[in-house]
C-alpha cells in the first residue's frame, strides 16, 4: 500500500475516508525510527487514554478533535496541530462532528 504513495502529489484530505461508527487509518510511511499514519473518526469515535514513549504530533485536517494530554482537553481544529510529549498521557475524540488527522511519531534512542 505504501509503494503506490511514494513520488506523486496526494490529495491528503483524501487518504483516508469517514466510515459510519468507525476510526479509519492508512499507515502511509513506516521505518524504524517512526511513522506517519492518517486517521478518520466519525463523530462519537476516539482513542483511549494511553502514552507513548516518544514524542507525537497531531495535524488535523477536517473538522475538528478533543485531544486531553495529562488531564488538559485541547480543541484542535483543521489547520491546527498539536504536539503530545513522550509518556504523559493522552486521549482523542471526535466530540461534536467527524475528524481526520495526520499522526506523526518519531522515536528516538
Same mark, same amino acid.
Given at each position: 500500500?505504501?509503494?503506490?504513495?511514494?513520488?506523486?502529489?496526494?490529495? &491528503?484530505?483524501?487518504?483516508?475516508?469517514?466510515?459510519?461508527?468507525?476510526?479509519?487509518?492508512?499507515?502511509?510511511?513506516?521505518?524504524?525510527?517512526?511513522?506517519?499514519?492518517?486517521?478518520?473518526?466519525?463523530?462519537?469515535?476516539?482513542?483511549?487514554?494511553?502514552?507513548?514513549?516518544?514524542?507525537?504530533?497531531?495535524?488535523?485536517?477536517?473538522?475538528?478533535?478533543?485531544?486531553? &494530554?495529562?488531564?488538559? !482537553?485541547?480543541?484542535?481544529? !483543521?489547520?491546527?496541530?498539536?504536539?503530545?510529549?513522550?509518556?504523559?498521557?493522552?486521549?482523542?475524540?471526535?466530540?461534536?462532528?467527524?475528524?481526520?488527522?495526520?499522526?506523526?511519531?518519531?522515536?528516538?534512542?
Amino acid at each position: 500500500m505504501m509503494e503506490d504513495l511514494k513520488a506523486k502529489a496526494l490529495d &491528503i484530505e483524501n487518504l483516508v475516508k469517514y466510515e459510519k461508527d468507525s476510526v479509519v487509518s492508512r499507515e502511509v510511511i513506516k521505518k524504524e525510527l517512526g511513522t506517519v499514519t492518517f486517521f478518520a473518526f466519525d463523530q462519537g469515535q476516539g482513542l483511549s487514554e494511553h502514552s507513548a514513549p516518544f514524542d507525537a504530533m497531531v495535524q488535523i485536517i477536517d473538522g475538528e478533535a478533543e485531544i486531553t &494530554i495529562s488531564g488538559v !482537553k485541547n480543541t484542535v481544529k !483543521k489547520g491546527e496541530m498539536i504536539i503530545m510529549p513522550a509518556n504523559e498521557p493522552h486521549a482523542l475524540q471526535a466530540v461534536n462532528a467527524p475528524y481526520k488527522m495526520i499522526l506523526t511519531m518519531i522515536k528516538s534512542d
